[in-house]
């Protein structure tokens, strides 16, 4: 059975794209921005996910303004890297993995997400700059990828709850896929940045950082957060920042926080960067019985730090 | 008719860009798409207004494209990771761009930048009615921030 082992948020500012293709990583500037990835970097080769699944959003791309599907996903065996005007990013093709594709799309579409299925596509920085910071500059990528388009250009994006929804009906899917399968789930874009018009530039740190702590611990509080909330705290183009609430619905409600990463800025953008892990079943508590609800609200009675160690 | 308002219209300096919007500048949209292809960029090149004949834009977008008014190519429509693709196609970072929308020198924005960014406080609102989701009360505007951002036609 394939399983979602864990979740990864990054920012995909199209700078660190170029700053990698122009071999500018060893500058003090970009140093600062890649140096918070290096960690991350052992995890995923020590993690080895079979297949990602990267939540992202296209920048004008693949999608001009002719098709603006609000969920696409990427159904086919291989997405070339687009030409953004400066010719085609030098990273590998990205290779799909079109079997799992189509048995989430049947999923997902049957629990009412009406997804637009898409069997050709090419992937911008917004997809690719995720990929570099996760695991370098491979000439082939180590893992297939099912991208996850989201409309989050044109208004309204789509809600934070419903973007948390999918990602339960994405977990859903995957989990009932037979063959064995390591899937790490990523979510892309944000932090806080507003690339347009008289306020571009914006930065609201103490918004960021209590995003990641809410994605981590409390992610039902982020749910219903209003769009304008978004654009008024962390600029317009921080609303990219729903798409990390797909991410986080496909994990279980409890997980483990094994590392976070937060710098200004990244040409106009904060980057934020969060590993998410499920929680291996029975690993902690081996030898040790799952109190029941009625001991635990006996325990919890007693002592708050009993009711807390009795769920890990 | 005049545009229907939203509550993001009380975001200072900001122009959300929304299906009126959309529908409105997809010529303008369009426009910049097509920048893509380099020959598209030498015909522009070439005689620009001749260019723009193709797009049906209105004589107000017109002028905005021509005159590289990105501000008002946003409020008319376009967006902004499309007008980027004009940026680019006369040789201008990004940075250079954001520079011109908030009527600041290159040099001055990267400043902004590396000094943190431009501060929340004072540019939520133009009303003083949006407050921060947590902190309960309204942060005091802070004359210089504000006007930084102020929008000419906010």
Not at chain 1, 153 to 171: D, E, N, S, W
Not at chain 2, 33 to 40: G, P, R, T, V
Request: proline share 6%.
């Amino acid at each position: 059975m394939a399983r979602i082992i864990a979740g990864v948020t990054s920012s995909h500012v199209p700078a660190i794209g170029a700053a990698i293709d122009n071999h500018r990583t060893e500058e003090p500037y970009w140093k600062r921005v890649f140096s918070g990835f290096e960690k991350s970097k052992e995890w995923m080769a020590k993690t080895k996910p079979d297949v990602c699944i990267v939540v992202y959003n296209d920048h004008a791309s693949a999608f001009s303004v002719e098709m603006v599907p609000t969920f696409a996903l990427g159904c086919a065996a291989e997405f070339p890297p687009a030409d953004e005007g400066w010719g085609p990013r030098p990273v590998p093709v990205v290779k799909g993995h079109p079997q799992l594709a189509a048995h989430i799309a049947q999923s997902v579409i049957l629990d009412e997400f009406d997804l637009t299925v898409v069997n050709k596509m090419e992937v911008d920085h917004g997809l690719t700059v995720p990929m570099n910071l996760l695991f370098g500059s491979p000439n082939e990528w180590p893992c297939r990828v099912i991208p996850l388009a989201v409309n989050v250009v044109l208004y309204p994006p789509p809600t934070g709850h419903r973007c948390f929804m999918l990602g339960k009906a994405i977990r859903k899917a995957v989990q009932s896929y037979p063959e064995d399968l390591r899937v790490v789930v990523m979510g892309t874009g944000g932090m806080s940045h507003q690339i347009s018009g008289p306020r571009a530039g914006l930065i609201n740190s103490k918004f960021d950082k209590a995003f990641l702590d809410n994605l981590s611990k409390d992610p039902k509080k982020l749910m219903r957060m209003p769009h304008v909330e978004y654009m008024r705290e962390a600029g317009a183009e921080g609303i990219e920042m729903v798409m990390w609430l797909v991410m986080r619905g496909a994990l279980d409600d409890k997980v483990d926080e094994v590392y976070r990463f937060y710098t200004v800025p990244a040409s106009n953008t904060a980057v934020g960067h969060i590993i998410l892990e499920n929680r291996v079943r029975g690993a902690k508590a081996a030898g040790k019985r799952r109190p029941t609800a009625g001991k635990l609200k006996r325990a919890a009675a007693r002592a708050k730090t009993t009711i807390i160690r009795g769920q890990r | 008719m005049a545009r229907e308002q939203h509550d993001y219209d009380d975001i200072p300096g900001t122009f959300v860009f929304d299906q009126e919007r959309s529908r409105q500048g997809f010529g303008i949209n369009m426009f910049c798409m097509s920048l893509m292809k380099d020959e598209n960029r030498k015909a522009f090149k070439a005689n620009e207004a001749e260019y723009l004949k193709k797009f049906n834009l209105t004589p107000e977008q017109t002028e905005a494209v021509l005159k590289r008014d990105y501000n008002r190519m946003l409020e008319l429509g376009g967006n902004i990771y499309f007008t980027a693709k004009l940026g680019a196609t006369d040789g201008h970072s990004f940075q250079h761009l954001a520079a011109v929308m908030t009527g600041s020198t290159q040099e001055g924005y990267a400043k902004m930048m590396l000094g943190g960014g431009r501060p929340v406080e004072g540019n939520r609102s133009k009303t003083g009615k949006g407050k921060p989701a947590k902190a309960g009360k309204a942060a005091k505007p802070r004359a210089k921030a504000r006007s930084k951002s102020r929008s000419k036609r906010g």
